[in-house]
């Protein structure tokens, strides 16, 4: 379990299941990825997403505001299963419900998820990417301090040739770099 402020990132529990497949039925939340999920697609990915952190010691924490309990969404470090220019890595990423939107939660939880991943796990870099066209991710990703090459544009290979969403940015951070509050 990681804290932060106001966060704890956590492993994940029963009673995330409802609050988890409704935000990932959201149009909203799911606007920056190829489709909303089931409730049977949510269910599994808690469970693949349990079977990354038992494989490898870390991964996308379910994410519950401190003072009130409240499921909030996720965040965390995950091992992207694709190839691309830049893999093999570890990934930073967050998906959050939308009314914990604006209040700086994505940032906080990223910031202790980088954390955790220089000083405990000792990750030379940390990535992270989304769609071209998410520009509050990419915010995210700025506040972070991570930066930016053009040359490092991909086409996501899971996504279809000529999909709105295929073409994605990539974010680097590399260890020791400082531009990460901790």
């Not at 932060?4 to 994940?12: A, D, K, P, S």
């Not at 089931?38 to 693949?48: N, P, T, V």
């Not at 965040?75 to 939308?98: C, D």
Request: overall charge positive; charged content about 25%.
């Amino acid at each position: 379990m990681l804290k932060t402020q106001r966060l704890i990132l956590r492993r994940w529990r029963e009673s995330d299941r409802d609050p988890f497949a409704q935000m990932n039925a959201d149009a909203e939340v799911m606007e920056y990825f190829p489709a909303r999920l089931s409730r049977q697609e949510s269910d599994a990915l808690i469970g693949q997403l349990e079977r990354h952190h038992q494989e490898y010691g870390f991964g996308l924490w379910a994410v519950e505001e401190a003072s009130t309990q409240a499921f909030v969404g996720l965040i965390g470090l995950n091992t992207p299963k694709f190839q691309a220019h830049f893999t093999p890595t570890v990934e930073v990423g967050w998906r959050l419900a939308s009314p914990f939107w604006r209040k700086g939660y994505a940032t906080e939880g990223a910031r202790r998820a980088i954390s955790y991943g220089f000083d405990v796990i000792g990750l030379p870099e940390i990535v992270s990417f989304t769609a071209k066209s998410n520009q509050r991710s990419i915010a995210v990703m700025k506040r972070l301090g991570m930066t930016y090459r053009e040359v490092d544009d991909f086409d996501h290979p899971r996504l279809p040739s000529g999909h709105a969403l295929q073409r994605h940015v990539l974010y680097r951070l590399k260890r020791n770099s400082g531009c990460v509050k901790r």
